[in-house]
């Protein structure tokens, strides 16, 4: 088990720096978090719930350094992007995509009993997504990664947003994802190609895990085994 204290660690493996980890935590300078990362000060319990709520995990999972796979996370965000785009010529739209990737998660954690990222996936309102899903996808965009567009759509209130991926990263090689997950992943996009938003909602919203589960709750893997296989993606 490492210790809670781990702090460096654990804000190097989510990409942030001293600022966003004092933010995360409720402290007003960066100082606090340089203190906990020498071994010189321990996170309060209440620090250490402000992060976990930050990072979308439980403090188990802080404490026993049970975390996401990042890397490969992201790496499963542009093999979607690249098989989407692959087929059909056109960027993804936001909420399609988060979609997609959640449902790569789950059917592998159906065939191998472990999730593909490790992603821990809330039950929002409009489907499970993991808390960093955002904040992982606006960042590839601030870096030129990903490309936004913008969309004005007949008969709803809102925009929609759509994401391609930029010419340097749809050329990067995959160093995390094997062959057969990248297969999955081909199979869903394959089967989801055509479909609108509110279709592929409504499916996600019909299976089990977003049926027990409460809102606002993370979705336990576990319950997509209990899915028939027609039902998993």
Same mark, same amino acid.
């Given at each position: 088990?490492?210790?809670?204290?781990?702090?460096?660690?654990?804000?190097?493996?989510?990409? #942030?720096?001293?600022?966003?980890?004092?933010?995360?935590?409720?402290?007003?300078?960066?100082?606090?978090?340089?203190?906990?990362?020498?071994?010189?000060?321990?996170?309060?319990?209440?620090?250490?719930?402000?992060?976990?709520?930050?990072?979308?995990?439980?403090?188990?999972?802080?404490?026993?350094?049970?975390?996401?796979?990042?890397?490969?996370?992201?790496?499963?965000?542009?093999?979607?992007?690249?098989?989407?785009? +692959?087929?059909?010529?056109?960027?993804?739209?936001?909420?399609?995509?988060?979609?997609?990737?959640?449902?790569?998660?789950?059917?592998?954690?159906?065939?191998?009993?472990?999730?593909?990222?490790?992603?821990?996936?809330?039950?929002?309102?409009?489907?499970?997504?993991?808390?960093?899903?955002?904040?992982?996808?606006?960042?590839?965009?601030?870096?030129?990664?990903?490309?936004?567009?913008?969309?004005?759509?007949?008969?709803?209130?809102?925009?929609?947003?759509?994401?391609?991926?930029?010419?340097?990263?749809?050329?990067?090689?995959?160093?995390? #994802?094997?062959?057969?997950?990248?297969?999955?992943?081909?199979?869903?996009? +394959?089967?989801?190609?055509?479909?609108?938003?509110?279709?592929?909602?409504?499916?996600?919203?019909?299976?089990?895990?977003?049926?027990?589960?409460?809102?606002?709750?993370?979705?336990?893997?576990?319950?997509?085994?209990?899915?028939?296989?027609?039902?998993?993606?």
């Amino acid at each position: 088990m490492r210790p809670q204290w781990n702090l460096k660690e654990i804000r190097q493996t989510y990409g #942030l720096s001293q600022s966003d980890m004092a933010g995360a935590i409720g402290v007003k300078s960066r100082g606090t978090v340089v203190a906990v990362e020498n071994g010189e000060r321990d996170l309060s319990s209440e620090e250490l719930g402000r992060l976990a709520d930050f990072l979308g995990v439980e403090i188990s999972d802080l404490i026993n350094y049970e975390i996401p796979n990042y890397a490969k996370y992201r790496e499963m965000l542009i093999e979607t992007l690249r098989r989407y785009t +692959k087929y059909t010529k056109r960027p993804v739209p936001k909420t399609l995509f988060a979609k997609l990737v959640y449902l790569a998660d789950f059917a592998w954690f159906y065939n191998e009993l472990k999730p593909m990222s490790g992603m821990k996936y809330r039950r929002d309102t409009f489907g499970p997504v993991p808390d960093q899903f955002f904040r992982i996808v606006d960042g590839m965009i601030d870096n030129g990664e990903l490309k936004l567009e913008i969309k004005e759509i007949v008969g709803r209130k809102s925009p929609m947003q759509a994401l391609s991926l930029s010419d340097d990263t749809a050329g990067e090689p995959n160093q995390y #994802l094997s062959k057969r997950e990248i297969d999955l992943i081909d199979k869903i996009v +394959k089967k989801w190609k055509d479909a609108n938003v509110d279709r592929i909602v409504n499916f996600t919203h019909g299976q089990l895990p977003w049926q027990v589960t409460r809102p606002n709750e993370f979705i336990p893997y576990e319950l997509i085994t209990q899915e028939e296989p027609s039902n998993v993606f």
